[in-house]
């Protein structure tokens, strides 16, 4: 199991694959916890990144990270 670290979300975001934008960012839920990229030109958001245990950071940066793979899909 990876060290928590502080800087856990410090993931740069992509600009948004759909418009472009680069204002771009990470919201969440915390009822139900789980976190998304989130456009806020043209509103596309996900992939949704579900915490397995709470971890609202981890869960972040994986969130980001799906953002980041669907901005730039690997060919
Ligand atoms: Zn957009």
Same mark, same amino acid.
């Given at each position: 199991?990876?060290?928590?670290?502080?800087?856990? =979300?410090?993931?740069?975001?992509?600009? +948004?694959?759909?418009? #472009?934008? $680069?204002?771009?960012?990470? *919201? !969440?839920?915390?009822?139900?916890?789980? =976190?998304?990229?989130?456009?806020?030109? +043209?509103?596309?958001? #996900?992939? $949704?990144?579900?915490?397995? *245990? !709470?971890?609202?950071?981890?869960?972040?940066?994986?969130?980001?990270?799906?953002?980041?793979?669907?901005?730039?899909?690997?060919?």
């Amino acid at each position: 199991m990876a060290p928590r670290t502080d800087d856990a =979300y410090a993931v740069a975001l992509q600009p +948004c694959p759909f418009c #472009g934008s $680069s204002t771009v960012h990470i *919201d !969440g839920c915390d009822q139900v916890p789980h =976190y998304w990229g989130q456009c806020d030109t +043209c509103g596309a958001n #996900g992939p $949704s990144a579900y915490a397995p *245990d !709470g971890d609202q950071a981890m869960t972040e940066a994986l969130a980001a990270a799906l953002w980041n793979q669907r901005a730039s899909p690997v060919v």
